[in-house]
């Protein structure tokens, strides 16, 4: 785990602004490093320290394809995401072509291994980090499988932590020897805050609970946070107090500006803009005449000004709450569990006025095995003892299953004012439509294709299903950005379901 960094301590906290008694927002970016190497070496020890590409398109022994992920190890031979899996098979050879006896073979310390995507078993590693997301922060927007803003102002602040305050889980003790001593992306620190460690103590429970690590940025903004993720990967922790972002972001290249992709770099570079301190200091008459009102939009940016705030959109698609156990076989214990979450879903469901047609489980066994049973009702309801009854019918099938972690999820959200169907005949045991209402499959070693769940022991949230691949903002109007790479340098698939 790396220590944190911390830009401009001395300013903390806040910096005024047009309301000097506002607190200012506390914004964390995640972005998991290399996230779909780092799900492959979960379940493949042999994988650790090796170069690893994963392709999409791609089948083993085959050389079509793209690259998804190729991690750090991987990109010392210059092998990058969106990069033709053709290509990188010259600079990187696959292992299983190397043999130490035949001169024209390629050397085996030079090879990689290489994977095909699995989508359903990443989706499944997303979900435990996800649980850590929502538990961790009320207000979220989940970008991608591999990235998602947080806003976490009503849990921590910019407050400097005194040499004897704070608590372990906010890594803010100055008197534990075991705490990282602060760092500095632009010059040493001269205070550390509290949301510095609120922060460590989220990017630790992503690695402990879900087994992967990410890096993550703070800063008082979107844009500034998400570039302070990208400042110091791997398994980076980077923090831009209140009134430190211009001075963070000054040397930058305008390439590294949320929202600058390669041209409008060129274009900047046209106009002898080269860093986002040019960028800040620019005409912005100038820059709307070259970019349009991305332009000015670019600049305030680069400036450290960026009022946009976390908000998810769209109606949430399921409702789910999910509990963490000592891993246990025990039936009593797992039905009582399961009996609670269902109560507090179907709560959850009625207080927001939805009615939900499918009920579901999910059963994890350790170490990552991802189980999920749903069941179809003949149209959307709202009805608690239902909700429990299912899920106990459902949970039957792991009676003599040690799992780690349980969670109960109702999907398929009607917030339409329509009339309740009607549950006569339903047998909660057996498929109301005939064969199409077990969703869920078992599987071991690549998970299931799940969606994600609430926090263990937090508060109930909703997620959004279908959040774009990326923040509109990452894409130049000209078209920019339309082939997505991730600042980590991954190929987005898809949503972070």
Request: proline share 7%; glycine share 12%; aromatic share 4%.
């Amino acid at each position: 785990m790396t220590g944190g960094r911390t830009v401009g301590g001395e300013t903390l906290p806040g910096a005024g602004g047009e309301d000097a008694d506002a607190p200012d927002r506390v914004v964390c970016h995640v972005d998991m490093d290399c996230f779909y190497a780092s799900c492959e070496r979960l379940r493949h020890d042999d994988l650790d320290g090796e170069p690893v590409v994963v392709g999409m398109g791609y089948e083993p022994g085959e050389s079509i394809g793209a690259v998804a992920t190729a991690s750090y190890e991987a990109r010392e031979f210059g092998v990058e995401s969106a990069m033709p899996i053709s290509e990188a098979l010259e600079l990187l050879p696959r292992r299983a072509d190397a043999d130490p006896d035949d001169p024209d073979a390629p050397d085996p310390a030079e090879t990689g291994r290489y994977l095909p995507v699995d989508l359903d078993f990443y989706e499944a590693v997303a979900s435990e980090v996800k649980d850590v997301l929502r538990d961790c922060a009320d207000t979220r927007r989940e970008v991608s499988i591999d990235e998602a803003y947080l806003d976490v102002t009503d849990r921590t602040a910019w407050t400097v932590a005194g040499s004897g305050g704070g608590d372990g889980d906010d890594g803010v003790d100055g008197a534990d020897p075991a705490d990282p001593p602060p760092s500095g992306a632009a010059g040493p620190a001269e205070a550390r805050t509290l949301a510095e460690g609120y922060a460590r103590h989220v990017k630790e429970r992503i690695e402990r609970e879900a087994g992967v690590p990410a890096s993550v940025g703070v800063a008082p903004n979107m844009s500034a946070a998400k570039v302070a993720s990208d400042a110091d990967k791997p398994d980076g922790l980077v923090v831009v107090p209140p009134g430190s972002v211009a001075e963070f972001l000054a040397p930058l290249p305008t390439a590294d500006v949320h929202g600058v992709g390669p041209v409008t770099e060129r274009k900047l570079a046209e106009l002898g803009v080269e860093t986002a301190g040019d960028l800040a200091a620019a005409d912005r008459d100038r820059l709307a005449e070259a970019l349009g009102e991305r332009g000015p939009e670019l600049s305030r940016r680069a400036a450290g000004d960026d009022d946009r705030e976390v908000t998810p959109t769209g109606l949430p698609k399921s409702l789910s709450r999910e509990s963490a156990l000592p891993t246990t076989p025990d039936e009593a214990t797992k039905r009582e569990t399961v009996s609670a979450l269902a109560a507090d879903v179907a709560r959850r469901a009625r207080e927001r006025g939805c009615l939900y047609r499918t009920i579901g489980i999910k059963a994890v066994e350790p170490p990552y095995d991802v189980n999920t049973r749903a069941k179809s009702l003949p149209g959307p309801v709202d009805d608690p003892d239902l909700v429990e009854e299912v899920a106990l019918d459902l949970l039957a099938e792991f009676d003599e299953t040690p799992v780690r972690k349980l969670g109960v999820r109702v999907s398929k959200l009607d917030f339409a004012e329509t009339d309740q169907a009607t549950l006569g005949g339903f047998d909660a045991g057996e498929d109301a439509g005939g064969g199409s209402g077990d969703t869920g499959d078992r599987t071991r070693g690549a998970g299931a294709r799940t969606t994600a769940t609430d926090g263990d022991g937090g508060k109930l949230t909703d997620w959004v299903d279908g959040e774009p691949t990326a923040e509109e903002t990452d894409r130049d109007a000209t078209g920019d950005d339309a082939e997505r790479r991730t600042g980590d340098g991954q190929a987005s698939l898809g949503d972070w379901s």
